[in-house]
């Protein structure tokens, strides 16, 4: 009895041992695409603060010569002039500053155990993304992971598209809003200027330059379709937050999924969002086609 006792089953063995390994594999899986998630933060911080800087360096000097500009036009009052130059001229130095600092400080501000702050540069950040990317799909390639850990690991990426959907459609919205209160508020101050120009011969400039201003920006609003970039974005993050939502509590198209059928419901959660991604594709290269070619059924 002893002996039988002792004796294993090898299949059992083989299947717990199999079962480890994917517990591991699952692990692994996990811990590589949190490393992507972390390195594209990164990125995306470096990269923002490069935008920033270029906004600086382009507006401090752009600043300054409108207000040498100012200085010579003949006419303007000394008032006009103090109540002008008192807000701009600290406004254009600290961009100037502002564009020197993350100049000469570019990339990711990383804090070192030691307390220094280390400065990873968005090349470094790029090649180290791509490297971490690579290892992922490696692996995936070598160890066979579970079908299910995969949907699951796309529906909580699922969450994060939402966020940088949402994101992006308020950069475009804001951009939108500063544009039209240039058109509206430039082309009532062009009106009203206009009228005084008999009485006040420097308004002629002030004219042509909200003239200048409401045409430029009429002309980007019409172009970048800043407007429709929102509306869809937004749009498509809606889309999949209702779907989210949906697959979580069970409602909708996913209530017919018991709960013995979560991975029915997660496949068909992932075909639908990526369904929805493809069609935002689809929409933003339509905006990024001449007037002319756009598809108006999109």
């Known amino acids: 009895m002893a002996g039988k006792d002792d004796e294993r089953d090898p299949s059992v ?12 594999g699952n692990d692994r899986l996990l811990l590589l695409t949190h490393q992507v998630r972390e390195t594209e933060h990164r990125l995306a911080v470096a990269r923002s603060r490069k935008s ?13 010569v409108v207000l040498y500009m100012l200085y010579w036009i003949p006419g303007i009052p000394e008032v006009v002039l103090e109540a002008v130059y008192l807000p701009a001229i600290p406004v254009a130095i600290a961009f100037c500053i502002a564009s020197y600092y993350l100049k000469t400080h570019a990339g990711y501000p990383e804090r070192l155990p030691s307390g220094k702050v280390e400065y990873l540069k968005e090349g470094d950040l790029e090649l180290k993304l791509a490297r971490q990317r690579d ?17 699951i690991a796309y529906k909580e990426d699922a969450f ?13 919205r804001r951009f939108n809003n500063i544009l039209q209160g240039v058109l509206i508020i430039g082309s009532i101050a062009a009106t009203g200027a206009a009228g005084l120009v008999a009485e006040f011969n ?9 003239t200048l201003a409401v045409g430029i920006s009429s002309g980007f609003m019409g172009y970048y379709k800043y407007k429709e970039r929102s509306f869809y974005l937004q749009q498509t993050a809606d889309a999949i937050e209702n779907e989210w939502e949906a697959v979580e509590v069970g409602v909708g198209r996913y209530k017919r999924f018991g709960e013995d ?8 959660f992932v075909e639908e969002v990526h369904r929805l991604k493809s069609e935002q594709k689809k929409r933003q290269q339509n905006l990024e086609q001449p007037p002319e070619a756009r598809n108006p059924s999109e």
Do not use: C
Not at 141 to 147: E, I, N
Not at 202 to 210: D, E, I, K, S
């Open 261 to 268: 059928q979560e991975g029915e419901a997660l496949a068909e």
């Open 52 to 64: 920033w800087s270029n906004v600086s360096m382009l507006l401090g000097p752009l600043l300054g």
């Open 202 to 210: 420097f308004l002629r400039w002030v004219t042509l330059g909200l």
């Open 13 to 24: 063995e083989e299947s717990a041992d199999s079962s480890a390994a994917q517990y591991r």
């Open 135 to 151: 290892n992922r799909k490696h692996f995936l390639a070598r160890v066979d992971t579970d079908t299910k850990v995969r949907r």
């Open 160 to 172: 994060f598209d939402i966020d940088r959907l949402r994101l992006e459609s308020k950069g475009y």
